[in-house]
């Protein structure tokens, strides 16, 4: 008799399956195909001439007797110690599995990888790198027993240092391997498969299956990888963006330079025009005014650049229609009675406040580009310059910078942030955003404006209630800025407990007030509607954002989705804002704005949260929902811009940014990947839904195709764009040309229309004007569009309308003499040629 309390004791007779280690090259794992384990190059890597790709994961070496001596104990094949082997798992996909906290770092924890193994063939590693493949061949190759590597090169001169070695090759600021996860975000296309033998083993059936068991994820396991970035410069003078600028999804499209090549070669006329080309191409305004000095501003000066009583109102109306209702900065009836004030007393400038003068300045520039400028000059007694809006930003600016103020009150804060906003309408100082910001964030928290003024006395119910606005206002824009350019945000929620401000209208509150008015519901339209419902999700996005944005993304795919639940749920919380009256057009353009801009805020975020894994959603099964994720919040932000493209200029103008720009180009590389065979089932791909829904691609493209419509009305006004506009058109061409490949004649022949159409444009419109440089219009006073169509063979494709219309406020580039990180990446000469073809 067996005691029943010995059961629990008694070994288990039933057969455990083996779980052996996964000893195949990581080619033969990710195409599935049996490996001899032939050390240093496999017979397979060597049959298909890529030698260089045949590499094992960490443990392998000392763990195959066949390929090194069996007098070699284990721990001289490698520098780790044997019962540290399975540490770290890296799957198919290069993403490293920490399966246990204290995990040793390897190859894939540190952005490194085989490209940079191949890189550095030609000379010995760096000292750095201590636990990846390259010290791992080092050390085999050192010892007496192992085996040289017969395609090592021989050593070339001095090596190089890091930075140089990495950042010293020109253009190749987008695939830096030690930047980046070289398996997830730079996993290298895969060759051809090769014919399977005619007979597969049962023995090869079940190896095939454990490693498949082996490598699949699962949501709770520990993720650790590197967003993609862009690093640019040598030695000491780089420059850095981070995974939210669009630029970096551009290396996802690794055919667009011989594709904007041969449309290059086969157009002519795009030679004949360069010069005229190149003068758009840099800027519209880089003569004049950017580079034109003037004299530090005084008083007098600045009260003699303002215009007529009647452009200011309007523009002043403009701004509060559609800038502060989502920046809350000012008090609208303080501030509407200061203007009054210096109305009535500008003939007599050492009564006028210079600080207000800069404020109205700025104000008046924020609004420039919403107003019609027909019904501006007008209202105005002299001409209105083209750049006049740009005069007020670079003035006000200089008298800022030589104001030194030192310990700024609220007037100040609101210069800054006015100042900061007026830049991104007219797209300058663009890649400063991040450091404004977080000086303007420093400052406001050396002044208090952090805490609740709640806790003090001595501040007036108004005033506490203007802390409020300035301080959240602050938040948000540092935040918006951070996810634009890729960086971490300056600030995050457990760092304050300043309060939301209430949701009042502004005549509830004055100066005067000694009781805070009731706040009320979320529901009711109110001037402080829009950033009352922002608060609510500021945590999370702001989580989203560092998360994102550090140097490894260190998670479980879980908390992803826990993050995306948690954006998804704030979409059902936006109110319905009801009008009382259907009549009012401002309320009504107030509401439409707010809905837009609060879904499209909250798409941006699930947009950077899931772009690292749906870019692997076709090698590795879990990320299925992030490709699913991104492609509704991308659909969002443009089907979003559609429709208020269609209600409002403002309100088009309004909602572009730089979520249009990421919005599009993750659209084009959805759509691009497409016809990449998928390595798990249709059920979970993520491109399952484009093989399946007829039609999908059309209205796709519909989209994609309105925005760049669009963004060529922004870019006519900006201080540069033409660039980025012969860009995406050249993207949305090799995209349509994957698509639809029998009409891809046609479609290279439209980014040539585009360009000229664009160029004419922006000449017909300033032929009178002194900063696009002489000789007037060039080569443009003639219609080359019609020069380019009448050319036989070519059919026209758009309308050659050159009406253009006002551009908006969110979106800009880098004015001139600024380091551009995606000026210097994809210079046009560099990657397509198209404007600077010889």
């Known amino acids: 008799m067996v005691d029943v309390q010995d059961i629990g004791h008694m070994p288990d007779e039933r057969p455990k399956k083996r779980r052996r280690r996964t000893m195949a090259c990581q080619p033969c794992r990710s195409r599935k195909l049996r490996c001899d384990r032939e050390y240093p190059t496999c017979s397979r890597c060597l049959k298909s001439r890529t030698p260089s790709k045949c590499l094992y994961e960490d443990g392998f070496l000392w763990q195959q007797p066949a390929t090194v001596g069996a007098s070699i104990p284990p721990e001289q094949g490698s520098t780790v110690p044997q019962n540290d082997l399975a540490i770290q798992t890296p799957t198919d996909s290069g993403l490293t599995v920490s399966t246990r906290p ?5 190859t894939s924890n540190l952005g490194l990888g085989p490209a940079l193994d191949a890189r550095l063939q030609n000379g010995p590693p760096e000292p750095q790198y201590e636990n990846g493949h ?7 190759q050192s010892h007496p027993h192992s085996h040289p590597h017969p395609h090592k090169g021989k050593h070339s001169g001095r090596e190089r240092g890091f930075l140089e070695t990495v950042l010293g090759a020109p253009k190749a600021a987008v695939n830096q391997e030690p930047y980046v996860n070289t398996g997830l975000l730079q996993r290298q296309k895969r060759s051809a498969p090769e014919p399977e033998l005619p007979f597969t083993s049962q023995a090869d059936r079940e190896d095939i299956n454990e490693i498949d068991d082996e490598d699949a994820l699962s949501p709770s396991q520990q993720l650790d990888i590197s967003p993609r970035i862009m690093m640019r410069g040598r030695e000491t003078k780089t420059r850095y963006s981070g995974s939210g600028i669009y630029a970096n999804l551009v290396a996802q499209f690794p055919d667009i330079r011989p594709f904007a090549e041969e449309i290059r070669v086969t157009n002519p006329i795009l030679s004949q025009v360069r010069p005229d080309l190149v003068r758009v191409k840099k800027g519209l305004w880089k003569r004049v005014p950017l580079n034109e000095p003037f004299p530090e501003p005084t008083t007098a000066s600045l009260i003699a650049l303002l ?11 403009l701004y509060l229609t559609y800038i502060e209702c989502q920046h809350r900065i000012l008090h609208a009836p303080s501030f509407l009675r200061e203007v009054d004030q210096f109305f009535a007393m500008m003939d007599n400038p050492s009564n006028v406040s210079t600080a207000f003068l800069v404020q109205l300045l700025l104000v008046l520039a924020c609004a420039w580009n919403l107003a019609d400028i ?38 100040a804060l609101r210069m800054y942030i006015l100042l900061i906003v007026a830049q991104n ?42 802390r409020r606005r300035i301080w959240m206002t602050i938040v948000e824009l540092d935040l918006q800025v951070a996810i634009d350019r890729g960086m971490p945000p300056n600030i995050q929620s457990t760092n304050y407990d300043t309060l939301p401000a209430l949701n009042i209208n502004d005549d ?29 999700s500021l945590p999370i996005r702001l989580k989203a954002c560092q998360l994102m944005h550090s140097p490894r993304i260190s998670c479980r795919y879980e908390e992803i989705q826990r993050l995306d639940w948690e954006l998804s749920r704030q979409y059902t919380r936006i109110p319905s804002w009801v009008t009382s009256d259907p009549n009012d057009g401002v309320i009504q353009h107030k509401v439409t704005l707010w809905k837009a801009i609060i879904e499209t805020k909250l798409a941006q975020s699930l947009l950077s949260i899931h772009t690292p894994f749906a870019i692997e959603a076709n090698g590795e099964a879990l990320f299925a929902p992030s490709a699913r994720s991104r492609l509704e919040a991308a659909v969002t932000i443009l089907a979003t811009q559609k429709r208020l493209h269609e209600i409002s200029q403002p309100l088009s103008f309004c909602m572009l940014g730089e979520w249009t720009l990421q919005a599009y180009i993750s659209i084009c590389q959805l759509l691009y990947a497409t016809d990449e065979k998928p390595m798990h089932p ?16 059309d209205s796709l493209i519909s989209l994609v195709e309105t925005a760049l419509i669009a963004l060529e009305h922004r870019f006519h006004l900006v201080v540069k764009g033409a660039k980025d506009y012969f860009f995406l058109s050249t993207i949305v061409a090799l995209v349509k040309s994957r698509v639809w490949p029998a009409q891809s004649i046609m479609y290279k022949q439209q980014v040539v229309e585009r360009v000229l159409s664009f160029t004419q444009s922006l000449f017909s419109r300033h032929a009178t004007c002194e900063h696009l440089g002489a000789p007037g219009m060039g080569s443009f006073k003639d219609n080359q569009v019609a020069t380019f169509v009448a050319t036989p063979g070519m059919t026209t494709m758009l309308p050659t309308d050159f009406d253009g219309i006002l551009p908006p406020p969110n979106l800009g580039v880098t004015p001139p003499g600024e380091f551009d990180p995606f000026l210097d990446v994809f210079d046009w000469e560099d990657l397509t040629g198209i404007a600077l073809g010889n």
């Open 374 to 411: 027909g019904s501006l000059q007008e209202k105005s007694p002299t001409p209105l310059k083209c750049y006049t809006g740009i005069e007020w930003v670079l003035h006000a600016e200089k008298w800022i910078d030589s104001a030194h103020i030192k310990r700024p009150e609220i007037t």
């Open 307 to 317: 215009p007529s009583r009647g452009v200011v109102d309007e523009l002043i109306g």
């Open 425 to 466: 309408c007219f797209g300058t100082k663009r890649s400063k955003a991040w450091l404004s910001t977080g000086t303007l964030i420093r400052q406001a928290m050396l002044a208090g404006y952090h805490r609740d003024p709640n806790k003090y006395a001595r501040i007036s119910v108004f005033n506490k209630e203007m």
């Open 134 to 140: 390259e010290n791992i061949h080092q050390n085999h």
């Open 508 to 536: 509830e509150i004055h100066e005067g007030s000694t009781e805070a008015p009731k706040n009320r519901s979320p529901n009711e339209i109110t001037d402080c509607s829009f950033p009352t419902v922002m608060a609510r």
């Open 102 to 106: 204290d995990a040793l770092v390897s």
């Open 682 to 697: 249709p059920s979970t791909s993520s491109t399952f839904t484009f093989h399946t829904l007829t039609g999908l691609p």
